[in-house]
């Protein structure tokens, strides 16, 4: 059984930094891509960040490019995306998921698995 569970939510001040991290089990994603997604109160789910699965090729969307670093520990099966000078619009669920293939996609319905979400909330 394929399981995804985050780790590494909080509650931090405008300014901050946290990392997520996303431990999967049931199978090896050392190949497969993996992103992280969030959804914050009456929005959509919304693409954050990626990583493939073969040359570790990363994808960010726009408001988090130069802030948010995702990166992976295949030997670990853990993803992780480290979130520096957060902002109260980072507000959010966040959401790590994993393909079964190895190319990133920003597109939701590209992922397979998905963990159950950790909050994360940014004070201004």
């Known amino acids: 059984q394929v399981q995804l569970v985050e780790s590494g939510g909080g509650l931090v001040q405008a300014g901050g930094s946290l990392r997520l991290s996303c431990a999967a089990s049931?199978?090896?994603?050392?190949?497969?891509?993996m992103g992280w997604f969030r959804q914050a109160p009456g929005k959509e789910r919304e693409f954050v960040s990626a990583?493939?699965?073969?040359?570790?090729?990363?994808l960010y969307r726009d408001s988090v490019k130069g802030r948010f670093t995702i990166s992976r520990d295949n030997a670990k099966n853990t993803v992780y995306l480290q979130m520096n000078n957060l902002k109260p619009e980072d507000t959010a669920v966040y959401y790590c998921?994993?393909?079964?293939?190895?190319?990133?996609?920003?597109?939701?319905?590209?992922?397979?698995?998905w963990g159950q979400g950790t909050q994360v909330t940014v004070s201004s």
């Open positions: 990583i493939s699965g073969c040359l570790g090729s990363t």
């Open positions: 998921a994993a393909a079964r293939g190895p190319v990133y996609s920003s597109n939701y319905y590209s992922y397979n698995y």
């Open positions: 049931g199978r090896t994603f050392s190949s497969a891509a």
